[in-house]
T-cell receptor, first 114, second 121 residues
Framework: DGGITQSPKYLFRKEGQNVTLSCEQNLNHDAMYWYRQDPGQGLRLIYYSQIVNDFQKGDIAEGYSVSREKKESFPLTVTSAQKNPTAFYLC?????????????FGPGTRLTVL | AQKITQTQPGMFVQEKEAVTLDCTYDTSDQSYGLFWYKQPSSGEMIFLIYQGSYDEQNATEGRYSLNFQKARKSANLVISASQLGDSAMYFCAMREGRTNAGGTSYGKLTFGQGTILTVHP
C-alpha cells in the first residue's frame, strides 16, 4: 500500500546528542515536509523540499537540519543546538502537479529529551 | 496577525447531530487553498476536505462539507450525523498561492490552533 512511514515512533535523547528522524514515502510525491507539534498546539513548519537535492527553511528551522538525496526519503536531524526539542514530529508529502497539492502525513515520531 | 484562526478551543455535539467548526483566514493572495485535517489521539493527521479559492461550489466529502464564504474569509467545516469516532482534534490549514512554471499552485501550509471535538452518545 502507498503511504508515508516514520521511524521510530518514540525516541528518547539525552541533552547534547544529535538524533535523526526517518521519513519515507512511496507515493511518488515530489514535495516533502517536516512539522513540529507542541502539546495543544497546531503544526509549525520546520523544513520543506520540493525536489531532490533542494530544500528550504520553514518557520522554525533553527537547530534542525535535513537532506533530500532521494525522492522517497527526507530525514530530519535534531541537533544539540535545538533548545527545546521535546515535541511530536510529523512528516508529510504532496504532489506538485494536479488540481490540489494535498499534504498526506505519516504517523509521527514523539521525541523526548531526558 | 494570525493567518488561520480557530476560535473554538472545544466543541461538544450529541451523536447523530450536525456540528460546525469555525475557521477564518487572512491572506492577500488571489490563489490559495484551504484544508481540514482530523487528528485522533493516535496523533496521525488525516486529510478530510479541500477547497480552492476559485472553486464556486462548496466542497463536500461524504459527511464532511466546507462552508466557504470568500468575502468573509471563512471556511467552516460541517460534520453531519456525528459519530463517536469523530471525537478528535480538528485543524484548519491554508496554502497560499505559489505557481510553478507549469502553472500549478503549491506551497507550504499554515495551520490553526485546532478545535477539540467531543461527540457524546
Amino acid at each position: 500500500d502507498g503511504g508515508i512511514t516514520q521511524s521510530p515512533k518514540y525516541l528518547f535523547r539525552k541533552e547534547g546528542q544529535n538524533v535523526t528522524l526517518s521519513c519515507e514515502q512511496n507515493l511518488n510525491h515530489d514535495a516533502m515536509y517536516w512539522y513540529r507539534q507542541d502539546p495543544g498546539q497546531g503544526l509549525r513548519l520546520i523544513y520543506y523540499s520540493q525536489i531532490v537535492n533542494d530544500f528550504q527553511k520553514g518557520d522554525i528551522a533553527e537547530g534542525y537540519s535535513v537532506s533530500r538525496e532521494k525522492k522517497e526519503s527526507f530525514p530530519l536531524t535534531v541537533t544539540s543546538a535545538q533548545k527545546n526539542p521535546t515535541a511530536f514530529y510529523l512528516c508529510a508529502s504532496s504532489s506538485v502537479s494536479g488540481y490540489t497539492d494535498t499534504q498526506y502525513f505519516g504517523p509521527g515520531t514523539r521525541l523526548t529529551v531526558l | 496577525a494570525q493567518k488561520i484562526t480557530q476560535t473554538q478551543p472545544g466543541m461538544f455535539v450529541q451523536e447523530k447531530e450536525a456540528v460546525t467548526l469555525d475557521c477564518t483566514y487572512d491572506t492577500s493572495d488571489q490563489s490559495y487553498g484551504l484544508f481540514w485535517y482530523k487528528q485522533p489521539s493516535s496523533g496521525e493527521m488525516i486529510f478530510l476536505i479541500y477547497q480552492g479559492s476559485y472553486d464556486e461550489q462548496n466542497a463536500t466529502e461524504g459527511r464532511y462539507s466546507l462552508n466557504f464564504q470568500k468575502a468573509r474569509k471563512s471556511a467552516n467545516l460541517v460534520i453531519s450525523a456525528s459519530q463517536l469516532g469523530d471525537s478528535a482534534m480538528y485543524f484548519c490549514a491554508m496554502r497560499e498561492g505559489r505557481t510553478n512554471a507549469g502553472g500549478t499552485s503549491y506551497g507550504k501550509l499554515t495551520f490553526g490552533q485546532g478545535t477539540i471535538l467531543t461527540v457524546h452518545p
